[in-house]
């Protein structure tokens, strides 16, 4: 049974500190369409640019995650993101009028509380899913950092935190269901050691750090003049120390809070994949750049798995999707520069057409006249005129708009093509369709043969 994609019902609103920058900043989560995925859009900034949240556009992990697209930044977007993926969102647009979203409380709660107030919509697209087949892992043995994927028929986490400390000890926290993310993990706040925070407030970072948003461990005896003076830096009430080792500001919701935490960075990172996951992680002493590694490795096998050759089934008897004359409706490409006959097959993610090669194509007279060889540039441009036909039926009316190429990449020939051929391209998206930019990787069959494959970057536009 399929899942349904989904987003909110209504846009909701924040306002709070950026932790690390101190910075005032306005949010707003939005509903978006079917496989817009999470995209971040900065108000600030001259013309609204977007970053897209995936583990690609990761430029930063030092206390947090920061994503970056053509030179835009977003920093800090774990908690946030956590909060869309632990609650089953699957798209989402995050306006942020700031550098940073804000820390809030340390924790997701407060945003988790107010996405479930506004309800979640379900959307006609169908739910996208990554399937661990085999184990996929990150490792830092000198740090004592491992993160793995395994294979499981659902998505679960355990974590496991050891940080040599008296205090915290060892922790062990699990997610076996998402289901249980709002109520188990998302009130966990982030913590940190003493004597880290003023290392940190002097190097820049924590300007809006709070004692209200963190746990403070304390791992040595310190002086009460000593606690008093930190209290004053961060200009709060003066505070004192828990038997059980940490200030007395705040109540810890649960033994193994810290774990939790960790837990809940690992599913906001881990939904920089891209799409949801099928598999066990197991993670033991996480961060930020262990999260996004695996990710982005879980990424790269996405994208390595779309690219086995995948034969698809042509049979003559059976009425093409569009023939010719309908695909000159969407196309404004004309002979001798229309090089598709027929769309045998289309689906949310792929797209199957046909050309018939023969000996009447105007290119044979010279390429070349004694042993006929369709030349490499055309096959990349019939199998792109196939994929435009796909891009061109995500807009009401494909005949206004025209398809750009903006990237060809990983191009492979693997056979000649002679007259009497009959080339079957098969494309498949890489990641969902966003601002009308398509990303395919495609495929060209003579019989059961791959002929050429390669990956596609694509625009569409409106016609002058």
Do not use: W
């Amino acid at each position: 049974m399929t899942e349904k994609q989904t987003t909110l019902k209504s846009e909701i609103h924040f306002k709070g500190k950026g932790l690390h920058t101190g910075v005032d900043v306005n949010l707003t989560i939005c509903p978006a369409d079917e496989n817009t995925g999470y995209v971040f859009k900065r108000t600030d900034v001259d013309g609204e640019p977007t970053v897209d949240a995936i583990a690609d556009n990761v430029v930063d992990t030092s206390r947090g995650t920061t994503i970056e697209q053509n030179g835009v930044r977003i920093s800090t977007v774990e908690h946030v993101l956590a909060s869309l993926h632990g609650l089953g969102i699957d798209n989402a647009l995050i306006k942020v009028d700031g550098p940073e979203m804000p820390i809030m409380d340390g924790s997701a709660r407060v945003f988790v509380e107010e996405i479930s107030k506004v309800g979640i919509e379900k959307q006609n697209a169908e739910r996208g899913f990554y399937v661990i087949k085999e184990k996929l892992v990150y490792s830092d043995p000198e740090n004592g950092i491992e993160i793995a994927a395994y294979p499981d028929e659902s998505f679960s986490i355990d974590v496991l935190i050891d940080y040599k400390s008296r205090v915290l000890g060892n922790q062990y926290a699990q997610l076996a269901d998402i289901k249980d993310f709002r109520e188990q993990i998302a009130p966990c706040r982030t913590f940190v050691f003493f004597h880290e925070l003023e290392v940190l407030l002097r190097n820049n970072l924590i300007k809006g750090g709070d004692l209200q948003n963190a746990i403070v461990i304390m791992e040595h005896e310190v002086p009460q003049s000593e606690l008093d003076r930190i209290a004053d830096l961060f200009n709060k009430p003066r505070i004192h120390v828990k038997p059980e080792g940490i200030l007395n500001n705040l109540d810890l919701h649960f033994q193994n809070e810290p774990a939790r935490h960790k837990l809940l960075d690992i599913v906001g990172d881990l939904a920089l994949v891209g799409r949801r996951i099928k598999g066990k992680i197991i993670a033991k002493r996480p961060g930020h750049y262990a999260n996004t590694e695996l990710a982005k490795t879980i990424r790269k096998m996405a994208r390595k798995e779309a690219m086995k050759p995948q034969i698809p089934k042509y049979d003559p008897n059976k009425p093409p999707l569009y023939d010719i004359l309908q695909i000159r409706n969407i196309l404004p490409h004309r002979p001798p520069f229309l090089l598709i006959d027929k769309i045998l097959h289309m689906d949310q993610n792929t797209i199957t057409g046909m050309k018939n090669v023969t000996m009447n194509e105007d290119f044979f007279v010279g390429h070349f006249p004694e042993e006929p060889v369709m030349p490499g540039v055309l096959q990349i441009e019939a199998m792109a005129q196939v994929g435009g036909i796909f891009v061109l039926n995500t807009v009401p009316d494909p005949e206004n708009y025209v398809t750009y190429f903006l990237k060809i990449d990983r191009v492979k020939f693997k056979r000649k093509v002679v007259p009497g051929d009959t080339l079957i391209f098969r494309l498949e998206l890489l990641e969902p369709i966003r601002r009308g930019i398509a990303n395919m990787f495609g495929q060209a069959f003579v019989g059961d043969t791959l002929v050429m494959e390669g990956e596609l970057l694509a625009q569409i536009t409106k016609s002058k």
